[in-house]
């Protein structure tokens, strides 16, 4: 009978008018039910209903099927006096065999007139007396008039408000016949359509607008039904709101019932929750069906089974406050994407209870990654229809936010590439390129469910399967793929805290570019990809302490960076690029020590990102940059001994940073950066001797940092960040004499950075962190009179800048941090009484100090490492005036130039003290 109901959807009405349809009476065991087709009107379920109510919903074990069930559907769409409708006896039809499929009595009415519409209802009250269970579907035109809900037959009539009131059925006729039938009613309303009348609104919906004579108009929709013993309303859509028609064969509604009604073993309020959202999701947020229950008793209407992924999301769904909501919503409009994956997103990483900034950047990763799946997959097409097939199930489970969905599907398509490349040798290429796009398409996905394990997995086979055609004359298209596959993984084992890996990977990457320019060397692109490649292994050696080799990256990057921007109508990102490597070797001759050389790397750096602010005022992410060049420019100041030049260039980038930030109030990389800010001011302020303003910057960089760790624990940067906030905060405490509260940060920084060193023991930085932390540790227990945990701290404080050292004998502030450690040693051993060894370590400190003197005469840094070095060791010597008036004369010259640290001005006098003793 379904197909036939089918066959005749289109014919002339009159061939349909007179059709009535009863299937035969099955075992007593169905549920009186009222669903209307076109235009369904949901009763609304609490969102936050408690969850032990929901989960009990869930999991209480099926009712036996003992019940008689018993189904009117309703169906108009031949409309004489009122707009044509599409899909309501394709809605009726298919619900018919949904409804028959649970066990349901169905009776099937189309296109009727109101006499022959309550014809049907009485017949219906007849041959279902005595049921368990009733239940109605309608689709068609429905309205509200006066506060009175209304179903339209085939002759409505337009004219008037009356008028339509008169000629069509009211919903409360349709509640008392499902009262007469059984105990239990449920009425599904697919009748929410827009514009009957064809004169406004889009013309696509099933509800209707105002006639213009009076104020009982006709509302857009049907209204609120209000609580009803015994009976369960679901409208198509929300009160006073309209319900598509939809374009395919069925309505929104109507899909999502036919998806969800059925579900095994859930409760009919609940798998109504997952029809309403269903359609949310769908429409994009545009529709929300309404659900009212006035239900005696849990109705299951299929036997017991378990939630699917898509199902549990929809009813977690249906449980988020609206606020959550809008975020999600304007997100989705903002990228024009579906709702599901933010949701799917929110649920997996728990991102509910973040703060909103966090989440936000959370979420915003989630949908960059899934736009870029979905670009992936229209690129990326696949030869086999089998493949294709599983990528495009893949992008629909995306779609719905099913991510285990959408990586079993990626799973068989690639498992069906790996097979088919096994069996078919002559088509290797294809299928060996197929299965490297799956798995890089599973990346993407992965990273969109912000699960980077599972992206780095994917990644590695995606990597290793191009690796096999490496040298195989890929398309240029595949060879761009796999550049940006190893720049991905290179990122990602850099943001997870593994430099070694991550080394290996961009050498990689610099490897298969080098090989492009060598066959195409007159390709700019390939050239400027084999440029970022280096700057990328630079910056790895030089988290690993290697500065002559990160030196020869960023020149060998730099000359490229050059050479290309000086070609015709050259793009931002190469005039960008001689920015980085020049900034990069800054850093590199600072670290070495060479502070003249690295200011004036530094400074035509400045000036050139101020040209490039000036000719792109709209890209902020050159703005950013030019904040980190003032910092660079005000380390080097700070360093020659302009603690308040320095101050300048600190406030410039702060300012730059909170302008950004207003414009950008949830982007949290901005946020960390203004944490270099607070941190870098900060320390000025120490260097001035104000400690309680310097302590009021750390708290605020404390403050932001904490939360961006909270939000995303699985990045190292910002804990390695936050540790220096701990230890900058402890130092503030003791400046103001607070030991208590400065061990509290110290050990604080300490914890978190000996498990950033344990994580990724070649990364220098990190290592050289934990030894500065057990320095200031040792620092405080001398001040206390502790000299046995002074030593214990001071002794595994040296042991770390010794190898460092030792490793890294062209790093400056590498030598200088073995130095001072020497130095607290001896301290320590004069104050046990053990004079040797205290005149031992002075001795090797002086040495390491000197050198560093001879090397870079220019910073004030080591110029007072010297100064501290020879006060130490004229306590030792027979002459120690000598050395006092060698250590008095550099202050003096420091202090004429204006380069002296006004907090150790007093070490002037300290000496001249000293001098004047017999």
């Known amino acids: 009978m379904t197909n036939f109901w089918r066959a005749t959807a289109n014919m002339p009405r009159c061939g349909r008018a007179n059709r ?72 009726a039809v298919a619900v018919e065999g949904l409804l028959a499929g649970l066990g349901f009595e169905v009776t099937v009415e189309t296109n009727r007139d109101l006499k022959r519409m309550r014809r049907a209802l009485d017949d219906f009250r007849e041959d279902g007396a005595g049921a368990d269970v009733a239940l109605l579907f309608y689709a068609g035109h429905g309205v509200e008039i006066a506060g009175v809900n209304y179903l339209m037959p085939v002759d409505a ?170 975020e999600v919503e304007a997100l989705a409009r903002e990228k024009d994407m579906p709702l599901a994956p933010l949701y799917g997103a929110l649920m997996s990483a728990d991102l509910a209870g973040k703060d909103r900034a966090a989440r936000a950047q959370a979420l915003v990763q989630s949908a960059e990654s899934f736009l870029r799946f979905r670009a992936q997959v229209q690129l990326l097409s696949a030869d086999d229809p089998k493949v294709a097939r599983f990528r495009a199930e893949a992008e629909q489970a995306l779609d719905l936010g099913a991510f285990d969905l959408a990586r079993a599907a990626l799973d068989k398509a690639a498992k069906l590439d790996a097979e088919a490349r096994d069996a078919l040798r002559d088509n290797y290429r294809a299928r060996t390129l197929s299965e490297a796009q799956t798995h890089a398409l599973a990346a993407s996905a992965a990273k969109t469910d912000l699960r980077y394990d599972l992206a780095l997995a994917d990644l590695t086979k995606a990597l290793a399967l191009y690796a096999e055609l490496e040298g195989q004359a890929l398309p240029r298209p595949e060879r761009v793929a796999y550049s940006d596959l190893l720049w991905d993984q290179g990122d990602l084992l850099r943001n997870t805290g593994n430099t070694s890996l991550a080394l290996r990977s961009y050498r990689a990457w610099q490897a298969v570019a080098a090989a492009r320019v060598a066959e195409v060397p007159e390709d700019m692109d390939y050239l400027r990809n084999w440029a970022v490649a280096r700057v990328n292994i630079g910056d790895m050696l030089l988290l690993q302490g290697d500065l002559v080799g990160a030196e020869a990256e960023f020149r060998a990057a730099l000359a490229v960076a050059q050479k290309l921007s000086v070609t015709p109508d050259a793009p931002l990102k190469w005039r960008h690029d001689v920015f980085v490597a020049q900034s990069k070797l800054g850093d590199v001759a600072q670290l070495r020590g060479n502070v003249v050389a690295a200011l004036a790397l530094q400074e035509d750096s400045l000036g050139l990102l101020r040209q490039l ?306």
């Open 613 to 918: 602010v000036a000719e792109f005022p709209a890209r902020d992410d050159v703005r950013r940059d030019l904040g980190l060049v003032l910092d660079r420019v005000g380390d080097l100041r700070k360093l020659s001994g302009n603690p308040r030049g320095a101050l300048v260039m600190f406030n410039d980038a702060l300012a730059l940073r909170q302008a950004l930030l207003a414009r950008a109030p949830d982007d949290d990389a901005t946020r960390a950066d203004l944490t270099i800010s607070f941190d870098k001011i900060g320390d000025v302020l120490l260097t001035l001797d104000d400690p309680k303003a310097a302590l009021l910057r750390f708290k605020a960089e404390i403050a932001i940092l904490e939360k961006l760790v909270a939000k995303d624990p699985g990045q190292t940067r910002w804990p390695n960040d936050l540790g220096m906030g701990y230890v900058k905060a402890g130092d503030a405490y003791a400046a103001l004499a607070d030991a208590s509260k400065a061990k509290s940060f110290y050990v604080k920084a300490l914890t978190l950075r000996e498990k950033l060193a344990a994580q990724d023991p070649a990364n220098t930085d990190w290592q050289r962190s934990v030894a500065l932390t057990q320095s200031r540790l040792g620092r405080l227990a001398f001040k206390a009179q502790d000299f046995a945990e002074a030593k214990r701290r001071y002794t595994a404080a040296e042991a770390i800048s010794r190898r460092l050292a030792a490793e890294a004998s062209h790093n400056a502030s590498r030598q200088q941090d073995w130095a001072t450690d020497l130095d607290y040693l001896g301290d320590v051993a004069l104050m046990q009484g053990d004079a040797e060894a205290a005149h031992s370590f002075a001795r090797q400190s002086y040495a390491i100090v000197s050198a560093m003197v001879a090397s870079d005469p220019a910073n004030v840094e080591n110029q007072m490492a010297l100064v501290s070095s020879l006060v130490r060791i004229a306590m030792y010597e027979d002459d120690p005036k000598q050395m006092q008036r060698q250590a008095l004369a550099i202050l003096k010259g420091l202090q004429a130039e204006g380069r002296l640290d006004p907090g150790r001005a007093d070490w002037i006098g300290i000496i001249e003290g000293q001098l004047q003793k017999p």
């Open 157 to 326: 009539q337009a004219g008037s408000a009356d008028a339509v009131a008169d000629s069509a059925l009211p919903l409360a006729e349709v509640q008392a016949a499902l009262a007469a039938v059984a105990p239990v009613g449920i009425v599904l309303l697919d009748a929410c359509r827009e514009d009957p009348w064809g004169g406004g609104g889009t013309g696509q919906g099933r509800s209707a607008v105002a006639l213009n004579d009076g104020v009982d108009q006709p509302k857009p929709g049907l209204g609120r039904v209000g609580r009803a013993d015994g009976v369960l309303f679901a409208f198509s859509a929300a009160p006073g709101e309209v319900a598509a028609d939809g374009e395919g064969a069925d309505s929104p509604f109507t899909e999502a019932l036919l998806r969800h009604f059925a579900t095994p073993g859930v409760e009919v309020r609940t798998a109504l929750t997952l029809v309403q959202q269903d359609v949310y999701d769908r429409s994009r947020g545009k529709q929300l069906p309404y659900i009212e229950s006035g239900l005696p008793k849990l109705f299951f209407a299929a036997q017991t089974g378990d939630l699917g992924e898509r199902d549990r999301l929809l009813v977690a769904m249906a449980g988020l406050p609206p606020a959550l909501r809008a």
């Open 20 to 91: 009535r349809m009863k299937k035969q009476p099955r075992p007593r065991n169905a549920l009186p039910i009222a669903v209307f087709g076109a235009g369904w009107v949901i009763l609304r379920i609490d969102f936050m209903l408690p969850r032990l109510l929901l989960i009990l919903c869930l999991l209480l074990p099926v009712q036996a099927m003992a019940e008689r069930r018993v189904a009117l559907v309703l169906a108009a769409q031949d409309y004489k006096h009122l707009r044509k409708l599409d899909n309501p006896v394709n809605d």
